[in-house]
């Protein structure tokens, strides 16, 4: 069973930079493909990215492209969203997710994004 807990949520005003940090235990974290859902308020949970065991393969959401950017260090079993020029439409949810190659799928808690306008 792998926990992931989520942290660097806030609030910041339009233009500004937040990064997020996702934190597993309990699994081989190298065996799962790593990424970042969101969900806003009233909307459905959206992808936002994604990245591949080594970092070789990373996507994005198109309207982050160019805007957000995702690592990860499977030495100490985490995975980043670095958010810059942030939105007022990025306010949401963001979710850490973890899926292996049998399609298991983890979720972690959330945390909080506000954009100011």
């Known amino acids: 069973q792998m926990h992931l807990e989520e942290s660097g949520g806030g609030l910041v005003q339009t233009g500004g930079s937040l990064r997020l940090s996702c934190a597993a235990s309990?699994?081989?974290?190298?065996?799962?493909?790593m990424g970042w859902f969101r969900q806003a308020p009233g909307k459905e949970r959206e992808f936002v990215s994604a990245?591949?065991?080594?970092?070789?393969?990373?996507v994005y959401e198109d309207s982050v492209k160019g805007r957000f950017t995702i690592s990860r260090d499977n030495a100490v079993n985490t995975v980043t969203l670095q958010m810059d020029n942030l939105k007022p439409e990025d306010t949401a949810v963001y979710y850490c997710?973890?899926?292996?190659?049998?399609?298991?799928?983890?979720w972690g808690q959330g945390t909080q994004v506000t954009v100011s306008s």
């Open positions: 997710n973890a899926r292996s190659m049998t399609m298991t799928m983890y």
């Open positions: 309990g699994v081989t974290f190298s065996r799962y493909v």
């Open positions: 990245i591949n065991w080594n970092g070789g393969n990373v």
